[in-house]
């Protein structure tokens, strides 16, 4: 089993849409969270860091870890075209000092 | 706002070379890191470094590879001979605690 598994899609939607992207994985070790969006050719972009169970919002967007699941989401309200990316969750362990990614999801916002 | 910055952006090279890939961290970060990513794969973590020394490798950092923090705002990255497999995106980061990584642009590395 992978350590961390996330759908590839690709996922396409239309603008305005609510988008849900997920991850899980199987680690117990992971205590960190992150989102990072990624354009094409581009370094990942930090979006979102949470650390424990429950939802953390950031303006349209809303990051949700659930530990006992092992399941993590991010929701994007309002969706736009310029949200169109790959994007990609990353965990940390306790104690580690390094991310571990999923394989990213490929957004497109269709206008 | 700061970024990290990476140089160059596109390096090609023969497979046996020796490459540098640059880096410069946001300038109060304490921790950096090198990660890859082989083109369609996800990205992969390589080596962390933090107080001048590494703190955390992957198998995949082998006695080829090499990092250097040689002037306290450079931070680099060496392959001292270069395989066709070692073509992908490198991604230097930087944090100021262990997490909240903040990443470059990248350096593509193709190797012929």
């Known amino acids: 089993q992978k350590e961390v598994e996330q759908d590839p899609g690709p996922l396409s939607v239309p603008e305005g849409a609510i988008v849900s992207l997920n991850c899980t994985y199987s680690?117990?070790?992971?205590?960190?969270f992150m989102w990072y969006r990624q354009y094409s050719r581009k370094g990942p972009e930090l979006l979102m860091y949470?650390?424990?169970?429950g939802n953390k919002e950031d303006g349209r967007f809303t990051a949700q870890v659930d530990k006992s699941s092992k399941y993590i989401s991010l929701f994007i309200r309002d969706s736009q075209p310029s949200d169109s990316a790959t994007y990609l969750c990353?965990?940390?362990?306790?104690?580690?000092?390094?991310?571990?990614f999923g394989q990213g999801t490929r957004l497109t916002i269709n206008p | 706002e700061p970024e990290v910055t990476q140089t160059p952006s596109h390096q090609v090279t023969q497979m046996g070379q020796e490459v540098i890939l640059r880096c410069v961290p946001i300038?109060?970060?304490?921790?950096f890191y090198w990660y890859r990513q082989i083109l369609g794969q996800k990205v992969e973590f390589l080596v962390s470094?933090?107080?001048?020394?590494?703190?955390?490798k992957s198998e995949i950092f082998d006695d080829q590879f090499s990092v250097e923090r040689p002037d306290g705002s450079n931070f680099t990255l060496k392959i001292r001979s270069t395989k066709l497999e070692d073509s992908a995106m490198y991604f230097c980061?930087?944090?100021?605690?262990?997490?909240?990584?903040?990443f470059g642009p990248g350096t593509r590395l193709t190797v012929t």
């Open positions: 949470t650390y424990s169970s």
């Open positions: 680690n117990s070790a992971f205590q960190y």
């Open positions: 990353a965990m940390e362990p306790q104690g580690a000092q390094k991310l571990v």
């Open positions: 300038s109060n970060h304490l921790y």
């Open positions: 470094f933090y107080n001048n020394e590494i703190s955390e």
């Open positions: 980061a930087s944090s100021v605690g262990s997490r909240s990584q903040y």
